[in-house]
């Protein structure tokens, strides 16, 4: 991903955003050029200049701004950290990232000067991790080489039983198939591959091993368990919609390997715009 400008937003221009300047600032080079901005702008946040201090990163220069000062034409990669709010609206020709980054403040909450800190600490570490994949994207070297396939390989103790599991679920029969295995090529199928940080914690099937197969609404999702608890297929987690982290309609079955497959389908900006105050999963 290549850009020599990037604008962090958010409404107040106080904390999130503020962070991720510093952070920014301190991450990359010189040649890109880093700013900050806010819809209703106020002052940085005490707490956000104590986290960021944690860290060895001062903000003593940085205030608050408004992004109807900021000169469209001047910003190449713009990134919102709204979650609960209304992100501010920015103009111009700029690619756009969302990080949805809960407001660390939680004026609403009543907490102890410690418990509001740790919630900074945690926005800021949050911030950091993101904007150190996109370093990392900025220095992804040429492959060389143009991908025409991706192949997935899953071990099964009982290959006729997940062979009919898959026909079921690509709606499609093998191409191939041996004593040893079976083969399903469709061209129909985009894929998405996921990488978990290995954060320390024991790796099972719901954290790292599991497929997702992608549908278009809600309404595919449901039919699809319907489907699979006709076919006697293992529902693991009924349909429900999800908000946090990627907000989603989904539906976790097992394969007779014991792996988890995920089906489901991206909320649109109507069934976005309900999500609850608690953003709680909700059963479909």
């Keep these: 991903m290549e850009f020599r400008s990037i604008l962090f937003l958010c409404v107040a221009n106080s904390a999130r955003s503020q962070m991720a300047e510093g952070l ?163 061209a129909r199928l985009r894929q998405r591959v996921v990488f978990l940080v290995d954060d320390g914690q024991e790796l099972h099937h719901d954290t790292l091993y599991h497929l997702g197969i992608g549908v278009s609404t809600k309404a595919d999702v449901l039919t699809c368990q319907a489907s699979a608890i006709q076919a006697g297929i293992p529902v693991v987690k009924p349909a429900r919609t999800t908000w946090r982290n990627m907000p989603l309609h989904e539906l976790w079955l097992q394969d007779p390997g014991g792996n988890l497959v995920e089906i489901y389908a991206m909320l649109t900006p109507e069934e976005l715009a309900l999500m609850p105050e608690d953003q709680e999963p909700v059963v479909l």
């Excluded at 900074?120 to 992804?140: C, H, P, S, T, Y």
């Design 24 to 186: 920014a600032r301190a991450l990359f080079n010189k040649d890109i050029t880093v700013a900050s901005a806010g819809s209703a702008p106020t002052r940085v946040n005490p707490f956000a200049i104590r986290a960021m201090a944690e860290v060895g990163i001062s903000l003593d220069s940085q205030h608050s701004k408004s992004v109807q000062d900021v000169d469209p034409a001047s910003v190449d990669l713009v990134v919102t950290l709204c979650a609960e709010e209304v992100c501010p609206l920015f103009l111009g020709e700029a690619k756009r990232l969302h990080w949805p980054i809960p407001d660390p403040d939680r004026s609403s909450e009543d907490l102890s000067e410690e418990e509001r800190m740790e919630s900074f600490r945690i926005a800021r570490d949050r911030i950091q991790k993101r904007l150190q994949v996109l370093q990392a994207m900025g220095e992804v070297p040429p492959s060389g080489a143009e991908p025409r396939e991706f192949h997935l390989s899953l071990r099964t103790p009982d290959l006729a039983a997940t062979t009919r599991f898959y026909s079921w679920l690509f709606a499609l029969e093998p191409s191939y198939w041996t004593d040893r295995f079976a083969v399903f090529d469709d």
